[in-house]
């Protein structure tokens, strides 16, 4: 059983930056995928970002170039990096992790003002 908590979500100016965590209960070590979803009003939940446990990083080509992830085993986290936000970037944005089964925290929403 894996419990996901996000924080950092928030109000920004487009051109502005935010940084998302996602906390997970217990070691992530063990977890191989971990990454954020997103979903904005009226649309399908969409994948942003995947880190698996080697390190190696996917991205949706929408956010290339100005999202980054990364995970921190020592502290069981996994963090986004949103920098020169645009306003399509609004939305819920969800943690998941892997292991066994499909796991997801309750979203943190970033807005970003035109």
């Known amino acids: 059983q894996v419990q996901l908590v996000e924080s950092g979500g928030g109000l920004v100016q487009a051109g502005g930056s935010l940084r998302l965590s996602c906390a997970a209960s217990?070691?992530?070590?063990?977890?191989?995928?971990m990454g954020w979803y997103r979903q904005a009003p009226g649309k399908q939940r969409e994948l942003v970002a995947t880190i698996i446990r080697g390190g190696n990083t996917n991205y949706a080509d929408s956010v290339k170039g100005r999202f980054t992830i990364s995970r921190n085993n020592a502290k069981n986290t996994v963090d986004l990096q949103m920098n020169s936000l645009k306003p399509e970037d609004t939305a819920v944005y969800y943690c998941?992790?892997?292991?066994?089964?499909?796991?997801w925290g309750k979203g943190t929403l970033v807005t970003v003002s035109s």
């Open positions: 998941y992790a892997i292991l066994g089964g499909l796991y």
């Open positions: 217990g070691s992530i070590f063990s977890i191989n995928t």
